[in-house]
């Protein structure tokens, strides 16, 4: 978003490295429209494991985008310069086509799960967003509570009047809302409680020194019991080691997302594997 921001200042830059940083984003931006509409996106699913149950019942929907002549683009580079372009809605559309016509074939192939959808801020301006959204579920017969939409809490909270209409509306379809993120911007889960949202997703930064460093754990602790007092499903991201599961175990996370429990794949891979992430499930290990 900075790096967005400097482009929008256009301050000239000739002859310092910002050049190329221009070059490439202005490469990217022209090049999204057309990339998504030749599919040369994809989607990626990260499984989700509830720990009580040892079940997977969720996955998560992550973009990706490999550039013809830039090779992989992260989404944590090209989603902020979408944004910033008054492209994000292209992506958007795009990602809840693919998110629910996939759902649609797993549905009918007997792999029935929640798949969560990130959406910007940005798109929450839409009036129309909660309505579309029905009407694609209705297109591929889903029932609106197969969806989920994640949201970052940090950009949540810049505009959160103008997004509360349509969370509400989002809310009153029957799609599942989600925090994304949370810890990292400057809300707290007292304020959340106030709107719509049914899970809050606890931001991987805090797992850095979580098995290291006593108040780390306290202040995760803490965390999620207060959001479960709440009524909050409590999802913790970025849980890369048993060691960190267990943990997170002991103080009552509800579900855990990470490495440890699986990587994002694609959806064949994930059809591929679903029978062994079953498995694993039920063992916990
Ligand atoms: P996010 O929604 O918080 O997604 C979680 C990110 O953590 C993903 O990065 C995922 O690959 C990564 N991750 C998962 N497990 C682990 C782990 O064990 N360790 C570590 N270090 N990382 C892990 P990714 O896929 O690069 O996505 C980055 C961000 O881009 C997402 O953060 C989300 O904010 C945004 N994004 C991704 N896909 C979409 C999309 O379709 N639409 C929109 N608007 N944003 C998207
Ligand atoms: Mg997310
Ligand atoms: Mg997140
Ligand atoms: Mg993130």
């Known amino acids: 978003l900075k790096k967005a921001r ?3 200042d256009g301050v000239a830059s000739y002859g310092s490295g910002d050049d190329l940083v221009h070059q490439r984003e202005l490469q990217l931006i022209s090049s999204l429209p057309k990339d998504l509409q030749l599919d040369r996106l994809h989607m990626v699913y990260q499984p989700k494991l509830a720990l009580s149950s040892g079940r997977c019942t969720q996955m998560e929907a992550l973009i990706r985008w490999e550039h013809g002549s830039l090779g992989t683009v992260s989404p944590a580079e090209f989603i902020p310069l979408a944004e910033y372009a008054g492209m994000i809605d292209l992506v958007s559309r795009w990602a809840l086509e693919q998110v629910l016509a996939q759902q649609a074939a797993w549905r009918q192939a007997g792999l ?39 949201i970052t809490e940090s ?17 009153a379809i029957g799609v599942r809302l989600a925090i994304d993120d949370f810890g990292t911007g400057h809300s707290s889960l007292a304020y959340l409680k106030h709107l719509p949202v049914d899970e809050v997703k606890i931001d991987k930064a805090f797992l850095e020194d979580l098995l290291e460093d006593e108040q780390a754990a306290h202040i995760m602790g803490a965390s999620i019991s207060l959001a479960k007092k709440l009524g909050f499903e409590v999802t913790v991201e970025g849980v890369e080691t048993k060691a960190v599961r267990d943990a997170l175990q ?9 490495d440890f429990f699986a990587p994002p794949m694609t959806a064949s891979e994930l059809e591929g594997n679903w029978p062994q992430l079953q498995a694993r499930a039920a063992t916990k290990d």
């Open 6 to 8: 400097n482009a929008r």
């Open 112 to 150: 029935t799960f929640q798949v969560a959808l990130n959406l910007s801020t940005s798109d929450l301006d839409n009036d129309g967003l909660a309505e579309e959204i029905a009407a694609r579920l209705e297109h591929y017969r889903l029932p609106a509570d197969a969806l989920v939409i994640e």
């Open 155 to 171: 950009t949540l909270m810049t505009d959160l009047q103008r997004a509360l209409t349509t969370l509400n509306q989002l809310r």
């Open 250 to 258: 002991v103080m009552g996370a509800d579900v855990i997302q990470g």
